[in-house]
């Protein structure tokens, strides 16, 4: 019914929340139900006390659907926000191609992202932007490779590369989570322990 799956599962030992847009679905637009879904991808991390991962593409909101569907972006931005109050990694990957209300809500305020080889992602297309701007643009416009130099995207890699990369990443930010409640909890034995003394 709409352009977003969600799973939660589990690899390396690791329960992991994801979703993923569909873009056989209206070329993956963002509908109000597309929008739902994605909440409850956050949902369902806060819920389980586990990362989110985002896999993203797409046109951006579907226009018939006027301001309710652009509400999407405001509120998806919200519920992501509410997954890293959490303290949860929140990790977005772009894939071809990735423009509009996509890459400008949810998909932009990851904590790291990573992008595919020979994507494209930005708001407006390259035609839109040239007709506005009446300049000449880079042939690598919105490329992949130049996400990763201008600093919009933390690293690009080949679709089989991405799993990998993205365990890694989350092992080292969990277990520096695990890290730093350890120490909370020897300081508050130490500080029980003196209060005991005393």
């Given at each position: 019914?709409?352009?977003?799956?969600?799973?939660?599962?589990?690899?390396?030992?690791?329960?992991?929340?994801?979703?993923?847009?569909?873009?056989?679905?209206i070329g993956g637009a963002i509908s109000v139900?597309?929008?739902?879904a994605i909440l409850k991808a956050c949902d369902v991390a806060i819920e389980n006390?586990?990362?989110?991962?985002a896999w993203s593409e797409g046109g951006g909101q579907i226009m018939f659907e006027s301001g309710l569907s652009l509400q999407g972006m405001t509120r998806t931005v919200l519920g992501v926000n509410e997954v890293k109050k959490n303290n949860l990694p929140y990790i977005n990957?772009?894939?071809?191609?990735?423009?509009?209300g996509i890459s400008a809500s949810f998909a932009g305020v990851s904590d790291i992202a990573f992008v595919e080889k020979s994507s494209m992602v930005g708001f407006a297309g390259q035609h839109i932007v040239?007709?506005?701007t009446r300049e000449d643009l880079k042939s690598n416009f919105q490329s992949s490779t130049e996400l990763i130099r201008t600093g919009f995207a933390d690293g690009e890699f080949h679709r089989k590369e991405i799993n990998d990369k993205i365990m890694t990443i989350l092992k080292i930010l969990l277990k520096k989570e695990s890290?730093?409640?350890s120490e909370?909890?020897?300081?508050?034995?130490?500080?029980?322990n003196t209060q005991q003394a005393s």
């Open positions: 019914r709409c352009s977003v799956l969600v799973a939660l599962g589990e690899r390396d030992g690791m329960k992991i929340t994801s979703f993923a847009i569909n873009s056989a679905f139900e597309s929008a739902e006390q586990t990362p989110l991962i990957i772009y894939t071809n191609k990735c423009y509009g040239k007709n506005q890290v730093s409640k909370e909890n020897e300081t508050s034995k130490l500080s029980i």
